[in-house]
């Protein structure tokens, strides 16, 4: 597509429930990123896949976090048992390959936790 | 690890006055710098970057930054602010991976 598509763009749910946010990047864009924005703060990184694989996962803060990018397109973020602190906005972006290059972000899909 | 600083949460310059927004980074070696903005509601945006070559760099809506080695500084400036540059902004940093670290962003007001 055009950019970089993320859904839902808006997600509530309760405490303890498991919870998938989508993105879908630019085709031909090797490289995805997740990020996590807390209100009034900068992204936080989370993980970066290279194709299918996650090349640095250093950035999930727990294990209740997981992300997938099993075709080498699409990726999925899973939160299980979530709790309130989990509520932020969750950014995906994509690149081509190469530390010079740019990313083109996802409008986010904002994670209520109640 | 490398990182990158906004020493200023908020700035406020009047329309068509010239707009300053700080940023400092801490890596060794050579970085490759970011300027991003975000309006409410979306995405960030790419407005410009820095790899290598001329120190000033010009991106996208008329800004630019100077990229200043002895300082450690990458400052994104405009000579003349518009109101529709109210926004927040983010300076972010690039080093031997392809993960991207960003500052906590300062939120720029531009008052007709």
């Known amino acids: 597509g055009a950019g970089v598509s993320q859904t839902p763009s808006n997600k509530v749910t309760e405490k303890g429930k498991y919870v998938e946010l989508r993105c879908d990047p630019i085709s031909g864009h090797t490289a995805l990123y997740w990020y996590r924005q807390s209100l009034g703060q900068g992204p936080e990184f989370l993980i970066y896949f290279q194709g299918t694989g996650a090349a640095d996962d250093s950035g999930l803060p727990n294990d209740r976090f997981f992300a997938v990018r099993p075709e080498g397109s699409v990726s999925t973020l899973k939160i299980q048992r979530t709790e309130r602190g989990d509520s932020a906005v969750y950014l995906c972006?994509?690149?081509?390959?190469?530390?010079?290059?740019?990313?083109?972000f996802g409008s986010g899909t904002r994670l209520t936790v109640v | 690890a490398q990182s990158v600083a906004q020493p200023e949460d908020q700035v406020n310059v009047a329309e068509g006055n010239p707009l300053t927004v700080k940023c400092t980074y801490s890596?060794?070696?050579?970085?490759?710098l970011f300027w991003y903005v975000q309006y409410p509601n979306r995405g960030l945006q790419f407005l410009l970057k820095y790899i290598t070559g001329d120190n000033l760099v010009k991106g996208s809506y008329g800004f630019e930054a100077e990229f200043n080695k002895s300082q450690t500084s990458f400052h994104l400036k405009k000579p003349s602010a518009l109101v529709s540059d109210s926004a927040l902004y983010f300076c972010a940093v690039r080093y031997n991976n392809n993960d991207m670290r960003f500052g906590a962003g300062t939120r720029l007001t531009v008052k007709p």
């Open positions: 890596v060794s070696g050579n970085p490759y």
């Open positions: 972006a994509s690149s081509l390959t190469g530390e010079e290059t740019d990313y083109t």
